[in-house]
């Protein structure tokens, strides 16, 4: 049986230069969740799958592959050891620190499930490090900056996220606003 990377490769050399997006995506593998890894993966060996970081027409969420010439594999690693990311994780509450989704729940942007990434608050090209109080977790939407593009109008999960993120003291006054608004509402 093909690996999820495997059919990924096959599915995109089948639709050289046509924009494919994520669930079309998600959908070849069988519905794997990390798909967009396997993606990664497939650049890292030297296939030309374009991003919108690489074409300014592309949205985030859409890749392409530009021609089924392979170039020269390019060396991949992760700086950020898997004990860091559980700690950073864990401190962050599973929940992406831009929008709150948490990890699992089903993303109101493109309806897949939500999977956490590492963001650097700065930058590494800007001499940030890969250490603890320079990571925050981030959905793969928020990471890949298309919260930026056009901004969701906030639903009941999204609020609730936000408050569960807040302090104590935003929390209370969040609370007490509440409490203000629904009084006037009786």
Known sequence: MASSKEKLL??????????????????????????????????????????????GKLKPGQWRLKSK?????????????????????????????????????????????????????????KGGKDEMNNLKSLCSVCNEGAQNIQPMPPKTRDLMAAIRRADIESQKAAYKWLQGKLKGKE
């Open 10 to 55: 096959k599915f995109l050399l089948a639709n050289v230069g046509r924009v494919c997006v994520s669930k079309e995506l998600q959908r070849v593998t069988g519905g794997a969740v990390e798909f967009g890894r396997r993606l990664r993966e497939l650049r890292a060996e030297g296939w030309p799958i374009e991003t919108h970081k690489d074409d």
């Open 69 to 125: 010439k392979q170039g020269k594999a390019v060396a991949f690693s992760r700086g950020i050891s898997r004990e860091i990311r559980a700690r950073v994780l864990e401190r962050n509450g599973y929940t992406c620190q831009m929008c709150g989704v948490a990890a699992g729940d089903i993303h109101p942007h493109d309806d897949l499930p939500v999977t956490l990434h590492m963001g650097h608050i700065i930058d590494k090209s």
